[in-house]
Nanobody
Framework: QVQLVESGGGLVQPGGSLRLSCAAS????????MGWYRQAPGKQRELVAA???????NYADSVKGRFTISRDNAKNTVYLQMNSLKPEDTAVYYC??????????WGQGTQVTVSS
């Protein structure tokens, strides 16, 4: 059973930066492609960034050039560096397997609020 715990969210001004972390339990973490998802109020959850076990990455157009996903398999952790944040990035951010999230892996998420 894999458990995912997200952290690092907060309140930031437009143009600011945050770094999110997702710590995973379970030794199978290293074989999964992982992704960061977000869900804004009234909207569906969307995949914004993904990384394979080998380190290849993909990004949604809305975050390309601003967000960077990375992983440390030795620490069972995946990161999301978010720069040049915009108000429309406000959402609860989650990590999960990608591109098909496992319904049993959703954690509590971490809130990111971009506001002046």
């Amino acid at each position: 059973q894999v458990q995912l715990v997200e952290s690092g969210g907060g309140l930031v001004q437009p143009g600011g930066s945050l770094r999110l972390s997702c710590a995973a339990s379970g030794s199978i973490f290293s074989i999964y492609a992982m992704g960061w998802y977000r869900q804004a109020p009234g909207k569906q959850r969307e995949l914004v960034a993904a990384i394979t076990s080998g380190g290849s990455t993909n990004y949604a157009d809305s975050v390309k050039g601003r967000f960077t996903i990375s992983r440390d398999n030795a620490k069972n952790t995946v990161y999301l560096q978010m720069n040049s944040l915009k108000p429309e990035d406000t959402a609860v951010y989650y990590c999960n397997a990608a591109p098909r999230p496992d319904p049993g892996y959703w954690g509590q998420g971490t809130q990111v609020t971009v506001s002046s």
